[in-house]
């Protein structure tokens, strides 16, 4: 047996097998063959593999997000056998006598840019899904297959994960995180939250042995160890452990259908965050009372290219019927900082914190904004929707907003489109600046959701995702309290609601304090919404 100690992100205890997070650059660098009937053959065995995949995706797409939504599977399994495409790529090698990743490659490239060359809409569209075609093809030629077949759960080990990767993960075969890096607030630790899966960071370079790769192991989330090929005895001792939490967790779901009250009958709305449609599903399961953040960006993290305008309608559209008249809160743009995306050319900055992100990246680049504005505003009809900024530092920002708003509305209005006109609109108090102007922002707004994960990072000066500052870090920090004391007391005199959406939103031991501080929403990770009711319920205000 083997143990390795590192630091607990989230609690738990999960048994499996590990598995290492496969990355690496697909070299589509041409190369001589002399085998042309073998490189061919390569192309179509990749190439079935891809429709394959696709095919299951399409069934998965159906089963979770109905027709309109997995369609797109359907499409791309069409291009996969569209002639001209097939036939470019076969007389490359047969003509050329190149190996097949730089043949898919370069009539990928070929492809996309005869689609985005026309005026087309909808043509315009396919340049995407041609590139997304060629890259499966490219990941099956080169091993890369991130659709694995496999059913087994798994115990994911990794260096460490960035937001775009995790969201190539098969979230439903993770049973736990592993990382040798990291920090509590890394989005790896976030995401085993959202996920309710123990997460172990920090535990070095012991992990990445490569002879653990496939090895049974436990990850015991409660104090940060992880056994590789456990003793009988260990292995005894866990499975008890992991019986426990899983009669914790079915003893919370009698509150399922009670209300957010407490004790001296005091009630506040408890939200989920979410990171996009699949996510719905743990919303419905732990009865969150809406959803207080809807990440948007991981739309575009999770793209090759700019979402469109149709594709961004479809998940908001999806989202907002799901949850019929529950409120949704729809965060808009946030990239930059730790959310880097190619495709953006963001250049490098030296202190990407405090650099071109979100609403900054937003009114810069108001084609952007305009565009998912308009698919916002479209899908607003099929729902409660309410739509926040981030990163706002000033009223002259929420002016400049309101603005484009209203030219999206204008031109809606002569589209014939139709939306909602009561449409919430509000601010993320994510900053210091935000906090003690609160009482400035406030009448230009219906409400505030306070992102204690930046403004904690940002009032303490401490880099969240330094781990080595982790031990410095004090996320219960009187002044970080002050600050979100003084915001909410600034909304409620210009009569408007504010939540904190936060990771501090799910921290069970300051509950009774924010509800002191008199928020009237906490917005937290769907598997944290049984636990806050819980607690909720057990407080009395009037004592």
Request: proline content about 3%; aromatic content about 6%.
């Amino acid at each position: 047996m083997v143990i390795i100690q590192g630091k607990s992100v989230y609690k738990g205890i999960a048994i499996g097998k590990i598995s290492f997070f496969k990355r690496g650059k697909i070299d589509t660098s041409k190369t001589t063959i002399t085998d042309t009937q073998k490189e061919v053959e390569r192309f179509k065995i990749a190439k079935d593999k891809s429709i394959l995949q696709l095919k299951n995706l399409y069934e998965k797409a159906l089963t979770e997000t109905g027709e309109e939504n997995a369609q797109i599977f359907e499409i791309h399994q069409m291009m996969l056998e569209d002639d001209d495409y097939n036939q470019s790529i076969l007389d490359m090698i047969n003509e050329q006598k190149v190996n097949s990743e730089y043949a898919v490659d370069e009539t990928g490239k070929n492809f996309a840019e005869m689609f985005s060359s026309t005026e087309d809409e909808y043509m315009n569209a396919r340049a995407v899904d041609v590139k997304d075609i060629s890259d499966r093809i490219l990941k099956n030629l080169t091993g890369i297959d991130l659709d694995s077949s496999t059913n087994e759960k798994c115990i994911i080990c990794a260096d460490d994960l960035s937001p775009s990767e995790t969201i190539q993960l098969d979230k439903d075969k993770v049973l736990a995180f592993v990382t040798s890096k990291g920090s509590a607030n890394s989005h790896t630790s976030i995401l085993a939250r959202t996920m309710n899966i123990p997460a172990i960071i920090g535990i070095g370079d012991a992990l990445l042995n490569p002879i653990y790769d496939g090895k049974t192991a436990i990850v015991d989330g409660y104090n940060g160890t992880l056994y590789i090929e456990p003793t009988e005895p260990i292995l005894r001792e866990m499975k008890h452990k992991l019986q426990s939490d899983i009669n914790e967790r079915l003893s919370l779901n009698g509150l399922k259908g009670q209300p957010n009250t407490t004790i001296d009958g005091t009630t506040i709305n408890v939200f989920a965050n979410i990171g996009g449609v699949a996510d719905l599903t743990k919303v419905i399961e732990n009865d969150a009372s809406g959803i207080g953040l809807f990440r948007s960006e991981f739309l575009y993290l999770e793209s090759d290219d700019y979402p469109s305008e149709e594709k961004q309608f479809q998940s908001y559209k999806k989202v907002l019927e799901t949850m019929q008249d529950k409120k949704v809160v729809v965060r808009t743009l946030d990239i930059g900082a730790d959310k880097q995306i190619d495709y953006f050319n963001l250049d490098k900055e030296e202190n990407p914190a405090m650099g071109y992100r979100a609403i900054r990246i937003c009114l810069d680049k108001q084609h952007i904004f305009k565009t998912q504005l308009r698919a916002l505003f479209r899908a607003s009809v099929y729902g409660n929707l309410a739509i926040m900024f981030p990163m706002i530092i000033s009223k002259d920002e929420i002016l400049q907003i309101k603005s484009i708003i209203e030219v999206v509305k204008n031109e809606l209005k002569e589209e014939n489109i139709p939306f909602a006109n009561d449409i919430e609109i509000g601010v993320m108090i994510e900053t210091p600046a935000a906090a003690i102007i609160s009482d400035i922002l406030a009448p230009e707004v219906d409400f505030f959701s306070i992102g204690t994960n930046d403004l904690s990072q940002y009032t303490l000066a401490i880099d969240r995702q330094n781990a080595k500052l982790e031990n410095f870090f004090n996320p219960h920090h009187e002044a970080i309290l002050r600050l979100i004391k003084t915001t909410i007391d600034n909304a409620h005199k210009n009569d408007i609601w504010v939540g904190i959406c936060g990771e501090l939103g799910s921290d069970i031991s300051l509950t009774e304090t924010f509800l002191k501080m008199g928020v009237d929403e906490l917005s937290v990770s769907a598997p944290c919404v049984l636990p806050i009711r819980n607690k909720i319920r057990n407080i009395d205000l009037s004592k």
